[in-house]
Structure formats: structure tokens, C-alpha cells
């Protein structure tokens, strides 16, 4: 739902200043979770 709703903003404004900053923005949460996720088992 988030990537979708990046999308949907990306073609409203048609910028790709703000495109990239989605796609940093999504790749950074990604990047977050996934570290978390692999750090948790250990954790635990």
C-alpha cells in the first residue's frame, strides 16, 4: 500500500525530484526493517 501510494503521488505531482526522494525514502525503510529483522533472532 505504501509503494502503491508513492506511485500514485509520483504521477500526481510529475516530479522526479520527489520520485527520487520516495524511492530513497522506501528503499531506506526497507533497508531499516530488513536489518532489524536480521538482527532480532539474535537478540532474542
Known amino acids: 500500500m505504501i509503494i ?3 506511485e500514485l503521488a509520483g504521477r500526481r505531482l510529475r516530479r522526479p525530484g520527489v520520485i527520487r526522494w520516495c524511492d530513497r525514502v ?3 525503510v526497507l533497508i531499516g526493517f530488513g536489518v532489524k529483522l536480521a538482527l532480532q533472532p539474535r537478540l532474542a
Do not use: S, V
Open 26 to 28: 522506501c528503499g531506506a
Open 4 to 6: 502503491f501510494g508513492a
